[in-house]
């Protein structure tokens, strides 16, 4: 059965750093995720992406992030300077219509 | 903004009880899915409930839309070990990509 996978599995660096998180959705899929998760609490619902383009954002996803899909299966996750408070777990989502399929997740630890 | 409300936070039971969790949300919704997080584990989908009112199993799973499609209800009759976990409720309004999730109610079960 096809799944999102998403790499690396867990990521630590320094604050202000930049770090890319990617994840490769389900082929046939139209519609793309980023959600984060910070340890214990709810997932929180970052950006969508359809037809290439971003297709709503939520107040988290400021200037800090981007999202890319710079080919026909990648699908990437950027902050462009990393916080303490950007550590948590990051979560790709795919879906061909409202149901999503998660993947793994990327833990993310800013140092 | 749309709030998507869950209760309770937490349910113990012994093995073979019933057990409900309730979702709450502040405006109407296009939507709503169900999910299942296993401690340590990514959110998987469980189902989708579109029209008013629907009501939908899942074997021991009984999933509720309300008629005003601002409330819904996950049901679990008969609880084994292997239901443990936290089962996430999440709205999408009308006219948008954006998911809100429900903070959860983690499940426990005692044999």
């Known amino acids: 059965e096809p799944e999102v996978t998403q790499t690396p599995s867990h990521q630590v660096t320094q604050m202000g750093q930049e770090v890319i998180l990617r994840c490769v959705p389900i082929?046939?899929?139209?519609?793309f995720y980023w959600y984060r998760q910070i340890l214990g609490q709810k997932v929180e619902f970052l950006v969508s992406?359809?037809?290439?383009?971003?297709?709503?954002k939520s107040e988290i996803f400021d200037d800090q992030f981007s999202v890319e899909r710079p080919d026909g299966s990648n699908f990437t996750l950027k902050i462009r300077s990393t916080k303490l408070e950007d550590s948590a777990m990051y979560f790709c989502a795919s879906g061909y219509d409202y149901e999503q399929y998660f993947g793994p997740g990327t833990r993310l630890t800013v140092t | 903004g749309q709030q998507v409300m869950q209760i309770p936070q937490y349910q113990h039971v012994q093995e073979g009880e019933d057990f409900t969790t309730y979702c709450n949300s502040s405006?109407?919704?296009?939507?709503i899915q169900w999910y299942k997080q296993r401690p340590g584990g990514h959110p998987v989908f469980l189902i989708q409930l579109v029209k008013s009112g629907e009501v939908k199993k899942q074997k021991r799973l009984t999933f509720q839309f309300g008629e005003a499609k601002k409330n819904s209800s996950l049901h679990i009759t008969a609880t084994q070990t292997t239901d443990v976990g936290t089962y996430f409720c999440?709205?999408?309004?009308?006219?948008?990509?954006?998911?809100?999730f429900g903070a959860g109610t983690r499940l426990f079960v005692k044999a």
């Open positions: 082929s046939n899929h139209l519609y």
């Open positions: 992406f359809y037809n290439n383009e971003i297709s709503e």
């Open positions: 405006t109407t919704l296009s939507n």
């Open positions: 999440a709205g999408r309004g009308t006219g948008g990509f954006k998911t809100i």
